[in-house]
């Protein structure tokens, strides 16, 4: 089967969002800037959309710099159709997709444009279900909510989990095992990858609950066991109290932090299982904060910084796979359902910054790159 | 075959050290207690020896009580021979030692006496190279380091390591595959565990770096690769400076850190590598710290909480295995050898406990509950 087709139609040249210094968002311009062309191992995407995430604000602002050797266009991922592939896939074993197939992924930069050439290990199929426009709110988020819950905290037990659990320890038993729900607390509740946790956590029988503003409280009731608002009690206490009145004093299991500074790292520690994890994603609320070593070692707790955009391409080939086994499926039969909060052209993209800057939106903001695939 | 013999000659009463109020050394005083009965699963075992660990002295002074259920008699592990066993343990699958073999083990308490009841899955056969004074030195240390370096940093794979850490990245791949060595950082590297880790390091091509004070550095050249002293440059920096002169700036991998306080935690995240692990033992330098988030963020990091004393049977029980499989041939073989600094008597415990507390050893405290026994 011939599966490359070298693609007159596709232009040397393209539109793609530049940063024309570091700042606000009217610092974002759409330029004309060269197609990127093939690596090895790479298929080309004709991109149909691509969406906000909070680490373009800080690439941005020259605050959170691309990897080595990764383009400088914004955009950490995308959806879109293959309209060609570097020569070596053609023979390639494993997964490749076809030429005119629908496929999301993650990329570390140049989401923001026209074309993106990927890996095509790194390449997600886009279920009938869904169009493209719901697509590019996924893989950024359920990737970074599935990471936390799966490969950092071990809640969701592969298969041969308990097993696994007895020879390696790597990951925890089966929760039926502890004779409980594995429980999950969510800073930012309403934000993409707090919508993405709860919905994975409700297909697996995890308790979750979130913290947010009190304006997004009852949007996060869609989605959570519980929801709670980060409104100080008169101790100055955030979140610790009403996630105890919540599930009890027993503590959770994994904490999704993006906030990290002020209370949040402290009462992260307090509310802890025995064997909980800290997974912090970013630093909303102070990049330093006072640790308390036996408050996390009563708990043989684990403080995990974790990352995607910069992990080898080996590593996000793996998570990408389990991803698709353990939570495509759910996609497809509408189980999970994306939440696209907003819909803007490429033109709208700085207006599209500013509204996720400004904690406007309950969901992702989607930037439709091209209209007519977007609608698929 | 017969493996269970009622031990007429095991007597009903036992000497065992009592904590008679919390204190100092003068507060350990030796009793008549009740010998353990056994439980389900169980072996009792005759203790030759058994050793000094930090935890015996915070137990001590009431700052780190026993698990519940636990007996209050200090001591966390034991060499001997077993003498009677539980007589569900006739029949019972999988390894189950012999009356009137030679084993050591970790427990939660109890092992400053003359018999312990250890699960029969605890047990570790003491190989014939060594003697059981020699044995009593291993459990607590070697474990705790092995846990470090396999379970929590994945620095010693499997051998189907790069398989899993490819299907589900819960171990790292083979240094190789990194193109050079990995590299431990180890405080207190003239301590028991510091010792073990070391000597566990060497034999897996692991490069190590100890700190100690500088009256230790010396010894601690006998089993590191590196050995820096603690002493503060004129910056009050303790020892990031050192480390980076010894292994470069690219970071070590696993930090097994039993000091955590002042500016050692701070200096840790400075000094590790991408995806490089901290594993927090205890808080000699003070229990709480500063934590600057984007440091560790960084380097994707992972601060461990790690305790063994209160793990389930079940966890201890996997771990024991796979110590068994990977570390006690080379024990047999005469290449780990334990590092015994001192004997002393079960009469002699104040004084042990005084020697340890002062860190006047280099190796660990052997106290010596039945001399005959021992001398096996």
């Known amino acids: 089967m011939l599966r490359r087709c070298p693609v007159a139609f596709a232009p040397r040249m393209m539109r793609a969002v530049k940063i024309t ?42 605050l959170y710099p691309p990897p080595l050797g990764v383009t400088d266009t914004p955009g ?16 390639a074993p494993g997964y490749v997709p076809e030429i005119g197939s629908r496929v999301m992924g993650i990329v570390a930069g140049g989401g923001y444009a026209e074309y993106v050439a990927v890996p095509a290990s790194l390449c997600i199929p886009v279920p009938s279900a869904i169009s493209l426009t719901q697509a590019a709110a996924i893989p950024e988020t ?18 041969a989990g308990a097993a696994q659990y007895g020879a390696g320890l790597k990951t925890r038993p089966p929760a039926a095992a502890l004779g409980r729900r594995y429980r999950m607390l969510v800073h930012a509740g309403a934000s993409g990858v707090g919508i993405a946790a709860c919905q994975i956590a409700k297909l697996f029988e995890i308790t979750s609950i979130t913290t947010s503003s009190e304006a997004k409280v009852e949007a996060c009731q869609q989605w959570a066991t519980y929801a709670v608002s980060r409104t100080p009690n008169e101790s100055g206490d955030v ?18 932090d993006p906030v990290f500074g002020g209370r949040y790292l402290q009462e992260d520690g307090q509310l802890l299982a025995m064997d909980g994890t800290v997974v912090v994603l970013s630093f909303l609320g102070g990049s330093k904060t006072e640790l308390d070593g036996p408050t996390f070692f009563q708990r043989r707790a684990t403080i995990r910084f974790s990352a995607l955009r910069n992990q080898s391409d080996f590593y996000k080939t793996s998570l ?8 495509m499926p759910y996609i497809q039969s509408g189980k999970i359902k994306p939440v696209v909060a907003k819909t803007v052209s490429l033109d709208q993209i700085q207006d599209a910054h500013r509204m996720v800057e400004a904690n406007e939106l309950t969901g992702k903001c989607v930037v439709v790159v091209d209209p007519k695939l977007a609608e698929k």
Chains 1, 2 share one sequence.
Do not use: C, W
């Open 239 to 256: 979140f610790a109290e009403k996630v105890e009145a919540a599930v009890g004093k027993s503590g959770v299991d994994l904490i999704i």
């Open 21 to 62: 210094a570091y700042g606000g968002p009217e610092k974002l311009a759409v330029t004309n800037i060269q197609r990127p062309v093939l690596e090895t191992g790479e298929v080309l995407v004709k991109v149909a959309a691509t969406s906000i995430n909070r680490g373009d604000i800080a690439q941005r602002k020259g």
């Open 320 to 327: 990408t796979q389990a991803f698709r086994a353990r939570i």
């Open 76 to 91: 950490m991922e995308f959806s879109g159709t293959v309209v060609d592939m570097e020569a070596s896939l053609e023979d």
């Open 142 to 159: 359920y990737l970074t909510a599935f990471q936390a819950m799966h490969h950092h905290a071990g809640l969701l037990p592969d298969k």
